[in-house]
């Protein structure tokens, strides 16, 4: 309005204007409230964000460090069984091969008393 248009107007017209203006001022700052609300809530997930960033590359560094101590540990409990194992083995073979000794030890001294036995029988005849 011009201010020609202004000047005509009656009083209770512009008091009326003048309210409606009030009423939109306060819609209109109540919006801007909202508004720096929502940018508040924003920044602070942006803020969050960032912080979860950090605690997520903290996290991976943690399971990687986690991953390693566990190969580690199963490359151990696999070389310690390796060599009972291994030991077990050698020790049984060590068995095996003291037995089989001692069977050819035996049966050596088999043909032996056998033969002695034959020789014995022959000269008594």
């Given at each position: 309005?011009?201010?020609?248009?202004?000047?005509?107007?009656?009083?209770?017209?512009?008091?009326?204007?003048?309210?409606?203006?009030?009423?939109?001022?306060?819609?209109?700052?109540?919006?801007?409230?909202?508004?720096?609300?929502?940018?508040?809530?924003?920044?602070?997930?942006?803020?969050?964000?960032g912080?979860?960033?950090?605690?997520?590359?903290k996290?991976?560094?943690?399971?990687?460090?986690?991953q390693?101590?566990?190969?580690?540990?199963?490359?151990?409990?696999k070389?310690?069984?390796?060599?009972?194992?291994?030991?077990?083995?050698?020790?049984?073979?060590e068995?095996?091969?003291?037995?089989?000794?001692?069977?050819?030890?035996?049966?050596?001294?088999?043909?032996a008393k056998?033969?002695?036995?034959?020789?014995?029988?022959?000269?008594?005849?």
């Amino acid at each position: 309005m011009t201010d020609k248009e202004f000047k005509r107007l009656r009083r209770s017209e512009l008091i009326e204007i003048i309210y409606e203006y009030q009423k939109r001022e306060e819609a209109l700052n109540e919006e801007i409230a909202a508004l720096k609300g929502k940018l508040d809530d924003r920044e602070l997930k942006i803020k969050d964000s960032g912080s979860i960033a950090e605690a997520v590359a903290k996290l991976n560094g943690l399971f990687e460090t986690a991953q390693k101590t566990a190969d580690d540990y199963i490359e151990q409990v696999k070389l310690k069984c390796t060599k009972e194992i291994t030991e077990a083995a050698e020790k049984e073979a060590e068995e095996i091969i003291a037995a089989a000794r001692k069977k050819a030890e035996e049966a050596g001294k088999a043909p032996a008393k056998e033969s002695s036995r034959k020789r014995k029988g022959k000269g008594s005849r």
